[in-house]
């Protein structure tokens, strides 16, 4: 089992950039995909960037795409998200995700693991 903890979210200018953080302990990180995910208010929680659990491959909504960047530094068990060219509607609370399964492709949905959220406000 692996816990994770999101640090890195605040109020920031549309336009502007934040990183958001996602620390994992327990089982060792590196064994499992990884995803972020966001909810804003009244509405379901949708995908926003995975990256496989060897870190050769990522997927992105596009929403995000090309503003975006997931990453993992496996040594620090950190999962990142760099949010560039931010907007309003990127406004949510941002979730990090684990899963044990270590298949080629990027998961979409279907993660194991969840930790508890960091607001993310962007202001127009």
């Known amino acids: 089992q692996v816990q994770l903890v999101e640090s890195g979210g605040g109020v920031v200018q549309a336009g502007g950039s934040l990183r958001l953080s996602c620390a994992a302990s327990?089982?060792?990180?590196?064994?499992?995909?990884m995803g972020w995910f966001r909810q804003a208010p009244g509405k379901e929680r949708e995908f926003v960037a995975a990256i496989t659990w060897s870190g050769g491959s990522t997927a992105y909504a596009d929403s995000v795409k090309g503003r975006f960047t997931i990453s993992r530094d496996d040594p620090k068990n950190t999962l990142y998200l760099q949010m560039n060219n931010l907007k309003p509607e990127d406004t949510a609370v941002y979730y990090c995700?684990?899963?044990?399964?270590?298949?080629?492709?990027?998961?979409?949905?279907?993660?194991?693991?969840w930790g508890q959220g960091t607001q993310v406000t962007v202001a127009s």
């Open positions: 995700a684990a899963d044990a399964r270590r298949l080629a492709v990027p998961r979409r949905s279907g993660y194991d693991y």
């Open positions: 327990g089982r060792t990180a590196r064994n499992y995909a």
